[in-house]
T-cell receptor, first 110, second 115 residues
Framework: SQQGEEDPQALSIQEGENATMNCSYKTSINNLQWYRQNSGRGLVHLILIRSNEREKHSGRLRVTLDTSKKSSSLLITASRAADTASYFCATALRYSTLTFGKGTMLLVSP | EADIYQTPRYLVIGTGKKITLECSQT?????MYWYQQDPGMELHLIHY???????EKGDLSSESTVSRIRTEHFPLTLESARPSHTSQYLCASSEEQGYLNTEAFFGQGTRLTVV
């Protein structure tokens, strides 16, 4: 069964607004990663947060991790039309492979 | 831009044909993966490899097979394609760091349609 579950399934905002996506998972993890997928393309790695970290920033991206609640959030600030894509969280278990959630489809309108 | 390449990008093929989807990476990564993804849906791991001569089946049962004879090459083969195999196939690789999972680099995918 899938380890990660993103919420919401779809999100529609205007340019300049912030977008927040959430990811919940079931078991203990080594790290959690966020990826972006433009329509019909491969996935691109955005950010990795380790299980002993609580928050991480990369440009307009901010990721938080709450291991007690088994959840993570991805915040994209000042969204642009080019941010339109699907966003996936992936959890990494010890001695295992990456498991992806179902993704959040983000639409940013000009 | 990731140095991992998949060919072909698009493939339309008749039922019963044998096909091989190619995946190559130039990063020297030991770990390689094949995921299957239907449009707008989640990724399902179908095969992975930890290095040369290592192949494992993933979470999703698949009628495909893989081989890993060279570090840089991880082809996926369907002996007899069926319409149920219609999907997007994504290849990925990552660096080995003990038990840690590092970031994965993905190819552009192969969209397969079996008619």
């Amino acid at each position: 069964s899938q380890q990660g579950e993103e919420d919401p399934q779809a999100l529609s905002i205007q340019e300049g607004e912030n977008a927040t996506m959430n990811c919940s998972y079931k078991t203990s993890i080594n790290n959690l990663q966020w990826y972006r997928q433009n329509s019909g393309r491969g996935l691109v790695h955005l950010i990795l947060i380790r299980s002993n970290e609580r928050e991480k920033h990369s440009g307009r991206l901010r990721v938080t991790l709450d291991t007690s609640k088994k959840s993570s959030s991805l915040l994209i600030t000042a969204s642009r039309a080019a941010d339109t894509a699907s966003y996936f969280c992936a959890t990494a278990l010890r001695y295992s492979t990456l498991t992806f959630g179902k993704g959040t489809m983000l639409l940013v309108s000009p | 831009e990731a140095d991992i390449y998949q060919t072909p990008r698009y493939l339309v093929i008749g039922t019963g044909k044998k096909i091989t989807l190619e995946c190559s990476q130039t990063m020297g990564h030991d770990k390689m993966y094949w995921y299957q993804q239907d449009p707008g849906m989640e990724l399902h791991l179908i095969h992975y490899s930890y290095g040369v001569n290592s192949t494992e089946k993933g979470d999703l049962s698949s009628e495909s097979t893989v081989s890993r004879i060279r570090t840089e090459h991880f082809p996926l083969t369907l002996e007899s394609a069926r319409p149920s195999h219609t999907s997007q196939y994504l290849c990925a690789s990552s660096e080995e760091q003990g038990y840690l999972n590092t970031e994965a680099f993905f190819g552009q995918g192969t969209r397969l349609t079996v008619v």
